[in-house]
């Protein structure tokens, strides 16, 4: 056993101890006391499926809207997202793919950002847009299949695991609208599906969201 161990090993059993013997006194918090903030990942999460929205509205040819404002959805869809990612990643104690994952899609989505706001070309407009939806999805999985999946799932994260897909494939239709756009191709059917997915995938990450037991 190496040093490292037999001080931790002792460490704990000086805390046991201490806690048995005086068990009114303040203890010394360790990392496995740690809790994420629930209530500020749920907020979070909320935040992103507003955001989502907003781009689907954007992005929908049913909608009758101005450029102007089409554009001005687009800018607060992104932004909500990104803000709204940061938060959920802000939300977990600990590292882990959950909170670098968070992290990866807010990048992503200061991407698809800084498309909407950067003076670029067209082409560097498309381009930057792919780089955003193929980043998005890059965090996505990463929260998704950076962790051993639980023995005996509740029901509500095997629904989180089934929104989370809904947000990849989305990100997967964006990019492929973009790439397709870039090929001079026509990807406005393939883009709007990408936003509706990720928008259903998003609203359903809030409300099957169980931390904190909410739903016990």
Do not use: C
Not at 110 to 121: C, E, H, Q, V
Not at 131 to 148: I, P, W
């Amino acid at each position: 056993m190496s040093t490292d161990n037999r001080s931790s090993s002792l460490f704990d059993l000086l805390r046991d101890e201490k806690k048995r013997r005086y068990p009114d006194q303040p203890q010394v918090a360790n990392d496995n006391q740690l809790e994420d903030n629930h209530s500020l990942i749920f907020f979070g999460l909320w935040v992103t499926a507003v955001g989502t929205i907003f781009n689907a509205i954007a992005s929908t040819t049913q909608a009758d809207l101005e450029d102007a404002l089409r554009s001005n959805f687009s800018i607060y869809g992104n932004t909500l997202e990104a803000t709204g990612n940061a938060l959920v990643a802000e939300g977990f104690v600990t590292g882990g793919p959950d909170k670098y994952g968070s992290y990866i899609i807010t990048i992503g989505a200061l991407f698809a950002l800084y498309a909407d706001i950067g003076n670029l070309t067209e082409t560097e407009v498309l381009q930057t847009e792919v780089k955003g939806s193929l980043t998005e999805a890059l965090g996505t999985s990463y929260a998704l299949f950076g962790v051993d999946p639980p023995e005996n799932p509740t029901r509500f994260q095997i629904y989180t695991i089934y929104s989370a897909l809904l947000q990849l494939f989305g990100n997967g239709f964006e990019a492929f609208a973009g790439i397709t756009e870039l090929r001079e191709g026509n990807g406005e059917a393939f883009y709007e599906i990408g936003t509706i997915l990720q928008a259903i995938g998003a609203v359903l990450t809030g409300l099957f969201y169980e931390g904190g037991e909410r739903f016990l």
